[in-house]
């Protein structure tokens, strides 16, 4: 396979990976819709592939894609994000203990919490904007720390390099969840992670047709610790998902790019206006952390956070209102979505903690399509505005 490390990212997004098919010269790397090969003689196999869970060929190629677009030696695909973060845990053993953020994707924290430790690994959440509170959540047994940023839903940026350092120092192992950012905007491995998870699910599928997840890591015996998880525990993706993926991936610049554009828009449309009382987005300067997000990212991505001005009751008029924006779980597509973390992606979060971290009745997410942004634009205005009209009594 050819090597297009030298290249740069358009580049390796469209070629990495693939070449044309040897038997048919078709460019397209075909989707392998087989489960098994043929044999020679026992245990003598013609190719590198023996039984699709261990090995795809339509998979391989996604996977040096993936890779090549971390700049990563290795990638490693699963049938989901959630599967993708269950094969890093699947890293531990029992005793052992794991950091993560404290407002860390729902799923995320229900895998920690309901899943594993019941296996004996236990956790400390942590705000990883406090560096001081992540020194002090260590203990002898600590062996992952697990760090979302941007962080899902409250875009809470955090400082790759300097917790890859504090890592270090306690021989503990570094992943980082890179699904807000993609590696068009950041690369956490340049920054001292260990390994890069993604949901491939989001801005990397781009299209909301598939569910998917990858890891991608530069350690060859921790790809072969992965690799090996990832066949016996089995939960990779189909061929045909994994050729969805790779066409996706060669657009992702210039999806990203226009992601960045428009929500950089909408997002200062919404600071500016009377029914929103507060937007999070690390592109504006009164992000609390968007010197870190200038520093470690190439851009700020589709995701908004905002609080609205009233309660639960606004909150529902606006959602069942706004036309462009389809109010469902997930992200990073080409067409807008809109959502209400506390009853749909964070549920799986206690109460108490959910109203700590401000995922309130009146916080909003917003993933920004890449409709012409005039039209997302005027669908929040118009929306927005009938919620200033006092109700006829
Ligand atoms: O849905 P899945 O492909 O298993 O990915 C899980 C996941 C992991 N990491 C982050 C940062 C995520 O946002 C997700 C999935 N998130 C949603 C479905 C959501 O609407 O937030």
């Known amino acids: 396979m050819s090597d297009y490390s030298s290249f740069r990212f358009a580049t390796r997004a469209i070629h990495a990976g693939q070449t044309p098919d040897p038997v048919t010269g078709a460019i397209m790397t075909p989707v392998y819709q087989s489960s098994t090969y043929a044999q020679s003689s026992p245990g003598v196999i013609k190719g590198n592939y023996d039984y699709s869970r261990s090995a795809n060929p339509t998979r391989t190629a996604l996977e040096a894609n993936l890779a090549s677009l971390e700049k990563a030696q290795h990638g490693i695909c699963f049938a989901s994000g959630c599967a993708a973060l269950s094969a890093v845990i699947h890293l531990l053993n029992q005793g052992d203990h794991v950091i993560f953020n404290d407002d860390v994707y729902g799923g995320s924290f229900r895998l920690f919490d309901q899943i594993f430790q019941r296996y004996g690994i236990s956790y400390t959440q942590v705000d990883m904007t406090d560096l001081t509170a992540l020194k002090q959540a260590f203990t002898p047994a ?13 875009l809470k940026i955090a400082d790759i390099t300097a917790i890859a350092e504090i890592a270090r120092q306690h021989q503990t192992m570094l992943a980082v969840d890179n699904t807000f950012a993609t590696p068009w905007l950041q690369n956490p491995l340049e920054l001292g992670a260990d390994i890069v998870c993604h949901s491939t699910t989001k ?102 956070a905002c609080y609205l001005k009233g309660n639960i009751k606004i909150s529902r008029q606006f959602l069942e209102n706004i036309r462009l924006f389809s109010l469902a779980e997930s992200l990073g597509g080409v067409e807008s979505l809109i959502e209400h973390p506390a009853i749909m992606t964070h549920a799986s979060i206690p109460d108490l903690q959910r109203k700590k971290l401000g995922i309130s009745d009146n916080f909003i997410r917003l993933s920004v399509g890449i409709e012409d942004v005039e039209d997302l634009r005027e669908d929040l205005d118009q929306t927005l505005n009938r919620l200033l009209i006092p109700p006829s009594s």
Request: aromatic share 6%; hydrophobic share 40%.
């Open 203 to 304: 801005y990397m599928g781009g299209h909301s047709d598939i569910i998917g997840g990858a890891l991608m890591v530069n350690d060859s015996s921790l790809s072969e610790r992965l690799h090996y998880i990832q066949n016996a525990v089995g939960a990779i993706p189909a061929p045909m998902d994994c050729f969805l993926l790779l066409r996706s991936t060669k657009t992702l610049h210039i999806r990203m790019q226009r992601h960045c554009e428009n929500a950089m828009i909408i997002a200062q449309f919404l600071e500016n206006h009377s029914a929103v009382e507060q937007v999070i987005y690390p592109g504006l300067t009164s992000h609390p952390q968007h010197a870190t997000a200038l520093k470690q990212m190439r851009g700020f991505g589709g995701m908004i």
């Open 142 to 154: 600590t062996r992952l720390v697990w760090l979302e940023t941007p962080t899902n839903p409250t």
